[in-house]
C-alpha cells in the first residue's frame, strides 16, 4: 500500500520546522565522538594553565584546576562526558605535577589522597551539575510544547477541512518529536485503510493500527504481539464513522519517556477538528 503524498516537500518541511521542539534545546545530541573530544581538549587546556601557573610559582590546591573542565563538560554534554574529564583530570594531575613528574607513579602518600579527593569531588560536583541540566532542559521542553501545542491547537480551529487538519497534525507531530508520522484512516467501502504521511506501512504496521482504533487504545511498535512494527499507534476519537489513528515511528535511541499525554492532546484535537469539517 502506497503513502499519499499531499503536501510538496519544501511546504512540509516549513511546516515541521515550526512545531520543532529540540532545536538548539540539548547540545548532548552532537556526536559521542565529538563530546569526549571537547572534554579532553578542556582537559589539556587546563593543564597547559596549571603548568603555566607552577612554573613561575608554587600554588597549593593546583589540582582544583581540573574541575573546570568536568564542570564544563557536565554543562554542555551530561553526565558521560564529565565523568571522563574527571578520570583525564585526576590522570593530568598525577602524571605532570606529583612527584616523580611524568609517571603515573606517586611517592608521597598525601599525592595519592589528594588525585583521590580531586576525583570524587569532580565526580560529585559533575553529577550535581549533570542532573541541574537535565531538570533545566526538561523545563524548557515543556515549556516549547505547551507553547506548539497552543499554536497546533489554533492551526487546527481554523482548518477548513479533514485533509488540512490531517496535513497539519502530520507536520506537527514530526516537529514535536522529528520522528516520521503517518495518519491511518480506518477501512471504508475499499476495505483497504488509507495511510496518509511519508512512510510505507507493513502488513504488521496496519495491524496494529487496527488493533489500535478496535480497542482505543494505545498501541507501541516492538513489543509482542508488534514487535516488527516501527509504529507507536494512538487512536483518534470522533463521533462520526471515520476512524483514524497517528502513528509515530520514534528512534529507539531518542524515544521521548512519556509520549502519550501529548499524543492524547494531539488526538484529541485531531478528532475534533475532522467532527467539525464533516459537520
Do not use: H
Not at 481554523?158 to 503517518?182: C, I, N, Y
Not at 512512510?199 to 508488534?226: H, K, M, T
Amino acid at each position: 500500500m502506497s503513502p499519499d503524498k499531499t503536501m510538496p516537500a519544501a511546504q512540509a518541511e516549513a511546516a515541521v520546522a515550526e512545531f520543532n521542539i529540540e532545536d538548539g534545546l540539548d547540545v548532548s545530541q552532537v556526536p559521542p565522538l565529538v563530546r569526549y573530544l571537547a572534554c579532553l581538549v578542556m582537559t589539556a587546556m587546563a593543564t597547559a594553565i596549571a603548568a603555566g601557573f607552577d612554573r613561575y610559582e608554587a600554588i597549593p590546591n593546583l589540582s582544583l584546576i581540573y574541575v573546570l573542565p568536568v564542570v564544563a563538560g557536565s554543562v554542555l554534554f551530561g553526565l558521560g562526558p564529565a565523568l571522563f574529564s574527571a578520570v583525564l583530570g585526576a590522570l593530568a594531575y598525577n602524571f605532570f605535577f606529583t612527584e616523580p613528574r611524568l609517571s603515573l607513579a606517586v611517592a608521597d602518600t598525601a599525592n595519592i589522597w589528594a588525585i583521590v579527593l580531586l576525583f570524587v569531588v569532580a565526580c560529585i560536583i559533575s553529577a550535581i551539575t549533570a542532573w541541574g541540566r537535565r531538570k533545566g532542559i526538561d523545563l524548557e521542553r515543556s515549556r516549547r510544547m505547551q507553547a506548539a501545542l497552543k499554536t497546533y491547537a489554533g492551526r487546527m480551529a481554523a482548518s477548513r477541512s479533514s485533509e488540512d487538519a490531517t496535513k497539519l497534525t502530520l507536520a506537527a507531530v514530526t516537529g514535536f518529536f522529528q520522528s516520521p508520522a503517518v495518519v491511518v484512516f480506518a477501512a471504508e467501502a475499499d476495505g483497504e485503510p488509507r495511510v496518509q504521511g511519508a512512510e510505507r506501512l507493513s502488513a504488521i504496521e496496519i495491524e496494529a493500527a487496527r488493533s489500535a482504533w478496535d480497542l482505543r487504545l494505545a498501541v507501541a511498535g516492538g513489543i509482542y504481539p508488534y514487535d516488527q512494527s516501527r509504529f507507536d499507534f494512538w487512536p483518534v476519537s470522533t463521533f462520526g464513522t471515520r476512524s483514524a489513528v497517528i502513528g509515530v515511528a520514534f528512534d529507539p535511541d531518542r524515544r521521548p519517556a512519556n509520549p502519550d499525554a501529548m499524543m492524547d492532546i494531539v488526538a484529541l484535537v485531531f478528532g475534533a477538528a475532522i467532527d467539525r469539517c464533516r459537520a
